[in-house]
């Protein structure tokens, strides 16, 4: 079946660090990938998004990398902040109009 | 801009009793609109979706019922709440086109314990 599933479901990181988190995907006809951020407490919070088209896109202090090759994706987040700290999760389009989303991974800034 | 609106943040309710929790949209008209269930420390589960008024589509069979009164309003309910019906419910709003590449907006959850 289809699935969106996270590489680790913890990261631990020192404070100014780069932070790497990976997914992999296995419906290699999905267009259309998110990452979200969810802190405690609260709903998941819209971070980047990439079409199928790129490889690569950056917004403030985040890339998202997208390999359709392998069906990988990736979140980097430069120069990782407390603030970061939160449970990350990837998506991926399914049919009309819904996204599945991975079980997530916990990141964890040490000062 | 847009915003999302769910409520109540926080509600204990005991085993058989109803349940309404309401999800309401502000700033964009039409749009798709999703309620979840994410239980603790895992990842969130679709129950229902909605691409207009009246229009529900149920994802899970499941003792929860949604509807869609209002353009922008979004009801999930219950008639008789079961234990396993606990956990973090997230309203999701994302643009109503014909184009499912859309990211999909969450308002801050209401966390449902039962007795």
């Known amino acids: 079946g289809e699935s969106v599933g996270l590489h680790l479901p913890t990261l631990s990181v020192q404070e100014g660090d780069n932070s790497i988190i990976n997914c992999a995907y296995s419906n290699s006809a999905s267009d259309y990938f998110i990452w979200y951020k969810q802190e405690s407490g609260k709903g998941p919070q819209f971070i980047i998004d990439?079409?199928?088209?790129?490889d690569k896109r950056q917004g403030q202090r985040v890339t998202v990398l997208l390999n359709k090759t392998v069906k990988h994706l990736s979140l980097q987040i430069a120069a990782t902040q407390p603030g970061d700290s939160a449970v990350y999760f990837c998506?991926?389009?399914?049919?009309?109009?819904?996204?599945?989303f991975g079980a997530g991974t916990t990141v964890t800034v040490r000062a | 801009s847009q915003t999302i609106h769910q409520w109540p943040a926080t509600l204990v309710q005991p085993v058989g009793s109803p349940l309404s929790l309401e999800c309401t949209v502000e700033?964009?008209?039409?749009?798709?609109l999703y309620w979840y269930r994410q239980a603790a420390g895992r990842g969130l589960q679709l129950l229902f979706y909605s691409v207009g008024i009246g229009q529900i589509s149920s994802e899970v069979p499941q003792n929860l019922s949604a509807s869609r009164p209002q353009d922008r309003q979004f009801i999930l309910s219950s008639k008789k709440l079961l234990l396993s019906d606990s956990g973090f419910y997230l309203c999701?709003?994302?643009?109503?086109?014909?184009?499912?590449?859309?990211?999909?907006?969450f308002g801050d959850g209401t966390r449902l314990s039962i007795l």
């Open positions: 990439i079409r199928s088209n790129m």
């Open positions: 999701a709003w994302s643009v109503g086109t014909a184009n499912s590449n859309q990211p999909q907006h």
């Open positions: 998506a991926e389009n399914g049919h009309d109009y819904k996204l599945s």
């Open positions: 700033g964009t008209s039409n749009p798709n």
